[in-house]
Nanobody, 116 residues
Framework: QVHLVESGGGLAQLGGSLRLSCAVS????????MGWYRQVPENQRELVAS???????NYVDSVKGRFTIYRNDAMNTVYLQMNSLKPDDTALYFC??????????WGQGTQVTVSS
């Protein structure tokens, strides 16, 4: 069973930085395409960054140039470095595989709040 624990969120000021971590168990992050998602109330969960087994990274346009996804295979952990934060980045952030659906296992998420 997949178990995901997100951490590293918090309160940041406009232009600040945060690094999110996702400790994964039950699967290996280097044999699955992984992603970071975010959700705000009343909205659907949005994929913001992904990394494939071969280190191909993709980002939603709104975070390109500011966010970087990477992983540590030995630690089986996926990270999201977030720089130049904006109030629109405020959301609950989750990680999971790219194939995860609504009925799959999800972590509790980590809240990111950016003040202007």
């Amino acid at each position: 069973q997949v178990h995901l624990v997100e951490s590293g969120g918090g309160l940041a000021q406009l232009g600040g930085s945060l690094r999110l971590s996702c400790a994964v168990s039950g699967i290996r992050v280097n044999t699955n395409a992984m992603g970071w998602y975010r959700q705000v109330p009343e909205n659907q969960r949005e994929l913001v960054a992904s990394i494939t087994m071969n280190y191909i990274r993709n980002y939603v346009d709104s975070v390109k140039g500011r966010f970087t996804i990477y992983r540590n295979d030995a630690m089986n952990t996926v990270y999201l470095q977030m720089n130049s934060l904006k109030p629109d980045d405020t959301a609950l952030y989750f990680c999971n595989t790219l194939s995860a659906g609504a009925f799959d296992s999800w972590g509790q998420g980590t809240q990111v709040t950016v003040s202007s």
